[in-house]
């Protein structure tokens, strides 16, 4: 299909766009760490979206296995059942310091929690916007990288014309869709989130809409000024609707569960609080070995300081 192949052909463009030297080398200390059995890493996310490296870096590691990652069996077994794991990592690359959150997902999970018939949100949605291959294992990985992006494009691109009103721009269209997908997560964001998300690539998006519509076989009239219509007759939307339901229903318990789990596999999270700690009250917190190894144990103590020094109350 012409159109997908032009989908493809920009999607893979912008994953190869060069990303800073000092995010390529946290990448690739990422992948060092699955011991061969990374596939890609990709970024994405706010600072990529701003250049701005002194926030909060946002990767995912793509796996052969859950068990190339260092860690515990109950952590492999957890990430098996419920992707993916996350953690903290910090350190200094090319004499920039820097701070991110991965998650760690296997490659096969990731591809079928991109495509339409998932009824996790997350990752599609995530992956309609735009990210980069920081680091992948070869060409043919590369490309399998390519596939899954473009399949999550295309997902995300059906529920914006389901989503979306009968007939607007496609910067309208995408808005929508990310307004609901943050409804149906765990998520607190601003009111105009959306919106700003599609703002800082508004051609982007719209180039993508309609190639990705064909893709997903939803036909569209061009009604000028930007205004697209896509193909869905009342009965379709209504359809797509009670489907996005269950995926709704769905959606707020799997990321209560993720949390639950990220309480005992959150790689780093100990350091993860300390800085987020520091970068919105000034108060440094010192994190001790043993808060890092118990980080249950920690918690109850860190509150307590927490409540002592008047940063929560």
């Not at 992707?83 to 690359?93: A, I, K, L, Q």
């Not at 990752?123 to 070869?138: I, T, V």
């Not at 059906?158 to 943050?182: K, S, V």
Request: with cysteine.
């Amino acid at each position: 299909m012409a159109e997908l192949s032009e989908l493809r052909t920009g999607i893979a463009a912008e994953l190869r766009e060069a990303v800073p030297a000092p995010v390529a080398g946290l990448a690739a200390q990422l992948a060092q760490r699955a011991r061969g059995g990374a596939v890609a890493v990709l970024y994405y996310g706010s600072t990529l979206r701003t250049a701005a490296l002194d926030g909060l870096l946002d990767f995912y590691v793509l796996l052969d296995r859950a068990t190339d990652w260092p860690g515990s069996r109950l952590a492999a077994a957890a990430n098996r059942v419920l992707p993916p794991n996350v953690g903290y990592v910090e350190g200094t690359f090319d004499g920039v310091p820097l701070r991110a959150k991965y998650a760690v997902i296997t490659m096969a999970q990731f591809e079928a929690r991109v495509a339409g018939r998932s009824l996790d949100t997350t990752l599609w949605a995530r992956f309609c916007q735009p990210s980069r291959c920081a680091w992948q294992r070869s060409a043919a990985d590369g490309e399998r990288v390519v596939s899954a992006i473009s399949t999550a494009v295309v997902t995300a691109a059906g529920w914006a014309a389901a989503h979306g009103p009968a007939q607007a721009t496609a910067d309208a269209y995408w808005a929508a869709l990310f307004a609901r997908t943050y409804s149906t997560e765990i998520r607190v964001e601003k009111g105009d989130r959306s919106l700003g998300i599609v703002a800082a690539d508004a051609p982007r998006y719209a180039r993508l809409l309609p190639l990705a519509w064909q893709a997903n076989g939803i036909g569209f009239q061009d009604c000028g000024n930007g205004q697209l219509r896509p193909d869905i007759d009342e009965a379709a939307r209504q359809d797509l609707q009670q489907r996005w339901t269950r995926r709704e229903l769905w959606g707020k318990p799997l990321n209560m569960l993720r949390l639950a789990k990220a309480a005992f596999t959150f790689d780093g999270g100990m350091d993860y609080v300390a800085w987020k700690v520091e970068r919105h009250s000034g108060v440094r917190i010192d994190v001790k070995p043993w808060q890092r190894r118990f980080p249950l144990l920690a918690a109850p103590g860190l509150y307590l300081k927490l409540r002592r020094l008047g940063v929560i109350r």
